[in-house]
């Protein structure tokens, strides 16, 4: 067999286990995100009144260590060498959006 082939038939094998693993998890996932669309606005009241109440409660210097805790773990991130590919990564699976002057240009031709 040639590289080519070889290569084909590995991606193709990782594909499949790819898509078997991803209906394992949407199996497994599904009653209970049928529990949630059920009672969404339900969920949604109580995680406002859970987090209404995390901050009426816990004090200021609890809230600063988060923030200081978050804004160091986003700063690391930033350094990491990492972080040039995980951006390139989000621009690459935007989508593109389509130019107004090139879509009013076309449709004049």
Do not use: C, Y
Not at 4 to 25: Q, W
């Amino acid at each position: 067999m040639t590289t080519a082939r070889l290569a084909k038939t590995r991606m193709l094998k990782a594909t499949t286990e790819l898509a078997v693993a991803r209906s394992g998890i949407k199996h497994n996932l599904a009653p209970w995100r049928a529990a949630f669309d059920r009672r969404r606005s339900l969920w949604i009241v109580a995680g406002g009144f859970a987090s209404g109440m995390a901050l009426a409660l816990l004090p200021p210097r609890v809230w600063s260590r988060i923030g200081a805790v978050a804004g160091g773990g986003a700063a690391l991130l930033a350094r990491s060498v990492l972080t040039p590919m995980i951006a390139g990564a989000l621009v690459a699976r935007k989508p593109q959006s389509v130019s107004v002057v090139a879509v009013q240009s076309a449709a004049a031709d």
